[in-house]
Each structure stands twice: as structure tokens, then as C-alpha cells.
């Protein structure tokens, strides 16, 4: 139980286009979910969290118009990386977490994303 | 601020032993995380532990807290070449569900 799939798993983009991540939680109800980077041999990065139904909680730093989070239903959050440049690729991971079980988060397996 | 701080390599012989180790800032943790990353994956998810646990054994794994010294360590008996990954340590923050990852250390086992 407890699987967060991601689609795409990697994407290459051309610089100014934007690109979509889709989040899901398989086999049970995300209530929150959160969108981590990371970069190359290093940590994971929390970018935002997501609660269903409501607006997305930014971490400082992170540009809210440029990555655009949805978490429209209990199983699904996407993120948009809008008009994506060279600086922007790295690898993405969500995460999900239960209201039943909110002190562990389920990991999705990651996008990576190279933008050209 | 908060801060998790790890070594970045650990290498050992298979059928040894692997102890991580693990340093952290916020006292009032109340959940400590080990996770593994493979080349190019996701994260796994491993144990955990409640700050009020000294120790955590599952199988093969062992997870020993020390509040005192806010030092965790994860110990990999009889590792294996597929232990070799990336092993995290995290907090989570106290009054909310964010966690804080540690550095992350490369295992490697060596044949």
C-alpha cells in the first residue's frame, strides 16, 4: 500500500516552454502532498505544500507564478514549471501524506527534467 | 535554525556491518526518518522512530536514537552490494509536517 506514482518519469523541454508533473497517490487519499527538488548529489529541497482544495504553501525562495502547484483532488497534484530555462532542470519528487497517518510521507519515484 | 547534518560516503565489505550516522538541531523532533535513494529513484522509505525511542530494530536494520547528543544512526547488518544507494536521514519539524533531510550518504559495498 501507500504508492505515489509520477508521470512523466523525465522530460526534455526546449527553454520558454512549460511542463506539467502529475502526482498521484495509487491506493489511498493524499490530503496533503508535498514537491521536493533535488539536485545533483544533493538533499532534497521542499518546494511547497499542497493541501487539497486549497492554495499551495511556498517555501521561501520559491516563485510561486513560476512553479504552479494543483492539488485538485485527493489523489492528484500537478506541478507546472512555467517558461522553463537551463536553471530550472533538476530532478523533481512529490510526496504524499494521509490525514489518518500525516507524520509519513509516501515518496513518488521522481521526474527529471532537463531543460535545453 | 533547523539543520540535519550526515557523512557523505560510508564504504564497507559485504557481510559487514554499515552504521550511518545521522546529526540533528531541533530538540523537540518528534519523528526521525531513514530513506533510501537508488540512482535515479524516488525515496524509500526504511523506518522511522518516535523521539520518545531510544532504539528500533526491523530485520536487518537497527535505528538507535540518542536525545541527548540529537544523534541518530541507522545500522545495515550483513549489508549487501544491493544496499548500496544514497541513505537519508530526516526530522520532521516540530507543529507541522515538514521534514528536513539530511545531506545524504553514498554507501557503497564492495564485493
Known amino acids: 500500500g501507500a504508492v505515489v506514482s509520477q508521470h512523466p518519469s523525465w522530460v526534455i523541454c526546449k527553454s520558454g516552454t512549460s511542463v506539467k508533473i502529475e502526482c498521484r497517490s495509487l491506493d489511498f487519499q493524499a490530503t496533503t502532498m508535498f514537491w521536493y527538488r533535488q539536485f545533483p548529489k544533493q538533499s532534497l529541497m521542499l518546494m511547497a505544500t499542497s493541501n487539497e482544495g486549497s492554495k499551495a504553501t511556498y517555501e521561501q525562495g520559491v516563485e510561486k507564478d513560476k512553479f504552479l502547484i494543483n492539488h485538485a483532488s485527493l489523489t492528484l497534484s500537478t506541478l507546472t514549471v512555467t517558461s522553463a530555462h537551463p536553471e530550472d532542470s533538476s530532478f523533481y519528487i512529490c510526496?504524499?501524506?494521509?490525514?489518518?497517518?500525516?507524520?509519513?510521507?509516501?515518496f513518488g519515484p521522481g521526474t527529471r527534467l532537463l531543460v535545453l | 535554525g533547523e539543520d540535519v547534518e550526515q557523512s557523505l560516503f560510508l564504504s564497507v565489505r559485504e557481510g559487514d556491518s554499515s552504521v550511518i550516522n545521522c546529526t540533528y538541531t531541533?530538540?523537540?523532533?518528534?519523528?526521525l526518518y531513514w530513506y533510501k535513494q537508488e540512482p535515479g529513484a524516488g525515496l524509500q522509505l526504511l523506518t522511522y522512530?518516535?523521539?520518545?525511542?531510544d532504539m528500533k530494530q526491523d530485520q536487518r536494520l537497527t535505528v538507535l536514537l540518542n536525545k541527548k547528543d540529537k544523534h541518530l544512526s541507522l545500522r545495515i547488518a550483513d549489508t549487501q552490494t544491493g544496499d548500496s544507494a544514497i541513505y537519508f536521514c530526516?526530522?520532521?519539524?516540530?507543529?507541522?509536517?515538514?521534514?528536513?533531510f539530511g545531506t545524504g550518504t553514498r554507501l557503497k559495498v564492495l564485493a
Open positions: 531541533d530538540s523537540s523532533s518528534t519523528y
Open positions: 510526496s504524499a501524506s494521509t490525514s489518518g497517518e500525516q507524520e509519513t510521507q509516501y
Open positions: 530526516a526530522e520532521r519539524a516540530s507543529g507541522t509536517y515538514k521534514y528536513i
Open positions: 522512530i518516535f523521539s520518545n525511542m
